[in-house]
């Protein structure tokens, strides 16, 4: 790194110089031929877009800019949210030497030089010295230990910039000796206002071109938040239209100068509910290639990738269900990596769930059956808890007849016990109707027994492939089954012999009580699997869960 100029030291009671003087590469006056992006550097605080949750009066990044206290602070955010344009400010608006120095090209060395020339600066009396390192996450961690006596004993205040989460890119110990402040990507208003403000002020374009609405919203759009991808697009369209001697920008004119089409997509207007209906409903058919389309075209337009990833996260429910229950973990991680990762990195999880929830098999029986449920709550159904089933573990709830009678599944070498579970006006009611598509098939094998056993039909016959239709079940009341309570110490039954919810012998009332007969003595059912998939019966929309 080039030094010369950067440390000369004054001799004690010669005059410093100013914020005038000569400073670091980069960070004086904007020449006439810099970057949009440069010129349109704001001049002081008051400039500053955005951010207002660190302009506070008194806030930390305000008192930096106005050197009102020397703290050291990492900045760090995406790129064009300001990180460098709040450098200048400090550079600019105090008495401080103000070095800079980038991460990708200084080393050990050149860190030591400068803490040195400002030790002795500060003994004879000189300006204290704000260090600026941009890109600090690029520092080694021998690079960054250097810092650490400097930045403690306040030889010099340390204003470093990341785009990398300083908690793994950044040591302890500085970023303990240093105020974190977190830049936000700036919303659309904010970058749309920068645009304007660009257009028409002298350090700008000065009004030499105005911009059409389509064109301003394209270029809004493209900036994804980050200013100076914004102002360095404004700049090249407007390029292009002075060379064509036309004074207006449009739409043509700035695709043609970022090479980028755009993207009807409005993210408050019909648009967006059009592309994420037709993403959802790609990947419900089973299409990955146009679901993964609508995910591009999300994706480039700008849309909010927690809001792809909260609709993965629903459809994994909504749409596959049971069918595969590993779609859920799939959509959850894809949803984690969006908030660990970020775009554009991130974009690659949530393709990778949309590829996996497209191609799984489908079953909206958790809709279906949620939704049920909820009708019949809302319809006033239920009643009362059953007493067996009632919380006993405070005084006086055995005198009420809390928990008596329930019998605990873990005493049956099944797992599995006949009891009622439901409210009285509801029992006997199915709600979940599995489907035969993907995983759910074993678990539309297993439901049937399961509810045997539990509502004590009798035996339940083997599944050799070729079982009829589960005949419908009525609403009806099941007794519960006088054992001794469990949480009171009563022991399992000795008859409670019955086999396995997989291999379906005979079952045995338990205590005297005898299973409900076939001929008459309640509803009958032929052993056969759940409505079979694809029947009218298998339509709704909400969601339930499922007895194992």
Same mark, same amino acid.
């Given at each position: 790194?080039?030094?010369?100029?950067?440390?000369?030291?004054?001799?004690?009671?010669?005059?410093?110089?100013?914020?005038?003087?000569?400073?670091?590469?980069?960070?004086?006056?904007?020449?006439?031929?810099?970057?949009?992006?440069?010129?349109?550097?704001?001049?002081?605080?008051?400039?500053?877009?955005?951010?207002?949750?660190?302009?506070?009066?008194?806030?930390?990044?305000?008192?930096?800019?106005?050197?009102?206290?020397?703290?050291?602070?990492?900045?760090?955010?995406?790129?064009? =949210?300001?990180?460098?344009?709040?450098?200048?400010?400090?550079?600019?608006?105090?008495?401080?030497?103000?070095?800079?120095?980038?991460?990708?090209?200084?080393?050990?060395?050149?860190?030591?030089?400068?803490?040195?020339?400002?030790?002795?600066?500060?003994?004879?009396?000189?300006?204290?010295?704000?260090?600026?390192?941009?890109?600090?996450?690029?520092?080694?961690?021998?690079?960054?230990?250097?810092?650490?006596?400097?930045?403690?004993?306040?030889?010099?205040?340390?204003?470093?910039?990341?785009?990398?989460?300083?908690?793994?890119?950044?040591?302890?110990?500085?970023?303990?000796?240093?105020?974190?402040?977190?830049?936000?990507?700036?919303?659309?208003?904010?970058?749309?206002?920068?645009?304007?403000?660009?257009?028409?002020?002298?350090?700008?374009?000065?009004?030499?071109?105005?911009?059409?609405?389509?064109?301003?919203?394209?270029?809004?759009?493209?900036?994804?938040?980050?200013?100076?991808?914004?102002?360095?697009?404004?700049?090249? *369209?407007?390029?292009?239209?002075?060379?064509?001697?036309?004074?207006?920008?449009?739409? *043509?004119?700035?695709?043609?100068?970022?090479?980028?089409?755009?993207?009807?997509?409005?993210?408050?207007?019909?648009?967006?509910?059009?592309?994420?209906?037709?993403?959802?409903?790609?990947?419900?058919?089973?299409?990955?290639?146009?679901?993964?389309?609508?995910?591009?075209?999300?994706?480039?337009?700008?849309?909010?990738?927690?809001?792809?990833?909260?609709?993965?996260?629903?459809?994994?429910?909504?749409?596959?269900?049971?069918?595969?229950?590993?779609?859920?973990?799939?959509?959850?991680?894809?949803?984690?990596?969006?908030?660990?990762?970020?775009?554009?990195?991130?974009?690659?999880?949530?393709?990778?769930?949309?590829?996996?929830?497209?191609?799984?098999?489908?079953?909206?029986?958790?809709? =279906?059956?949620?939704?049920?449920?909820?009708?019949?709550?809302?319809?006033?159904?239920?009643?009362?808890?059953?007493?067996?089933?009632?919380?006993?573990?405070?005084?006086?709830?055995?005198?009420?007849?809390?928990?008596?009678?329930?019998?605990?599944?873990?005493?049956?070498?099944?797992?599995?016990?006949?009891?009622?579970?439901?409210?009285?006006?509801?029992?006997?009611?199915?709600?979940?109707?599995?489907?035969?598509?993907?995983?759910?098939?074993?678990?539309?094998?297993?439901?049937?027994?399961?509810?045997?056993?539990?509502?004590?039909?009798?035996?339940?016959?083997?599944?050799?492939?070729?079982?009829?239709?589960?005949?419908?079940?009525?609403?009806?009341?099941?007794?519960?089954?006088?054992?001794?309570?469990?949480?009171?110490?009563?022991?399992?039954?000795?008859?409670?012999?019955?086999?396995?919810?997989?291999?379906?012998?005979?079952?045995?009332?338990?205590?005297?009580?005898?299973?409900?007969?076939?001929?008459?003595?309640?509803?009958?059912? =032929?052993?056969?699997?759940?409505?079979?998939?694809?029947?009218?019966?298998?339509?709704?929309?909400?969601?339930?869960?499922?007895?194992?």
């Amino acid at each position: 790194m080039e030094t010369d100029g950067l440390f000369s030291l004054a001799s004690p009671g010669a005059p410093t110089a100013g914020p005038a003087a000569a400073g670091p590469a980069g960070f004086g006056p904007p020449t006439g031929d810099a970057p949009l992006p440069v010129r349109m550097r704001p001049a002081s605080l008051d400039e500053l877009v955005g951010q207002k949750h660190l302009l506070a009066p008194g806030a930390p990044l305000r008192q930096l800019v106005t050197g009102a206290s020397p703290m050291s602070v990492i900045l760090w955010g995406p790129p064009g =949210t300001g990180k460098t344009t709040i450098a200048h400010l400090v550079a600019n608006a105090t008495d401080r030497k103000f070095v800079a120095m980038s991460a990708l090209t200084a080393g050990v060395k050149d860190v030591r030089a400068v803490i040195d020339t400002a030790r002795r600066e500060r003994r004879y009396g000189g300006p204290p010295t704000v260090l600026f390192i941009d890109e600090v996450h690029r520092f080694s961690k021998t690079q960054q230990d250097s810092l650490l006596a400097a930045v403690e004993d306040r030889t010099v205040t340390l204003l470093a910039a990341t785009t990398e989460n300083p908690y793994f890119s950044v040591i302890s110990p500085l970023l303990s000796r240093c105020v974190l402040l977190t830049l936000q990507a700036l919303d659309e208003d904010d970058v749309r206002h920068l645009i304007r403000r660009a257009t028409t002020d002298e350090r700008g374009l000065g009004g030499a071109v105005t911009l059409s609405t389509e064109a301003e919203d394209h270029l809004v759009r493209l900036a994804s938040g980050d200013v100076r991808k914004a102002l360095t697009a404004l700049e090249a *369209a407007a390029g292009s239209a002075l060379a064509q001697d036309v004074k207006e920008i449009d739409l *043509a004119t700035a695709e043609k100068a970022v090479d980028v089409a755009a993207v009807r997509y409005d993210r408050d207007g019909d648009a967006h509910y059009d592309v994420i209906s037709a993403f959802i409903k790609s990947m419900r058919g089973s299409d990955p290639d146009a679901a993964l389309h609508y995910l591009a075209r999300m994706l480039v337009a700008g849309e909010d990738p927690r809001f792809i990833a909260r609709r993965i996260v629903v459809f994994a429910s909504e749409d596959v269900g049971m069918a595969d229950p590993q779609a859920l973990l799939v959509a959850s991680a894809a949803a984690q990596a969006v908030q660990n990762v970020g775009l554009p990195e991130a974009g690659l999880n949530l393709a990778q769930a949309v590829v996996h929830l497209a191609t799984a098999p489908k079953s909206n029986s958790v809709t =279906t059956a949620l939704g049920e449920a909820m009708a019949d709550v809302r319809a006033g159904r239920g009643g009362p808890v059953p007493p067996h089933l009632r919380d006993a573990h405070y005084p006086g709830s055995r005198g009420l007849g809390h928990g008596r009678g329930y019998r605990y599944p873990h005493d049956d070498p099944r797992g599995v016990v006949r009891q009622q579970y439901a409210p009285d006006d509801l029992a006997g009611v199915d709600y979940y109707r599995p489907t035969d598509h993907g995983a759910e098939r074993l678990v539309a094998e297993r439901v049937p027994r399961l509810r045997r056993i539990v509502r004590g039909r009798g035996p339940a016959p083997r599944n050799d492939g070729d079982e009829s239709a589960t005949t419908p079940v009525t609403r009806g009341v099941t007794a519960s089954v006088g054992t001794p309570d469990r949480a009171a110490g009563g022991a399992r039954a000795a008859d409670e012999s019955q086999s396995s919810a997989d291999s379906e012998p005979a079952e045995t009332g338990a205590e005297g009580t005898t299973p409900a007969a076939d001929d008459g003595g309640g509803p009958v059912e =032929t052993g056969a699997d759940p409505v079979e998939a694809g029947s009218d019966d298998d339509s709704g929309d909400s969601a339930g869960e499922e007895t194992r």
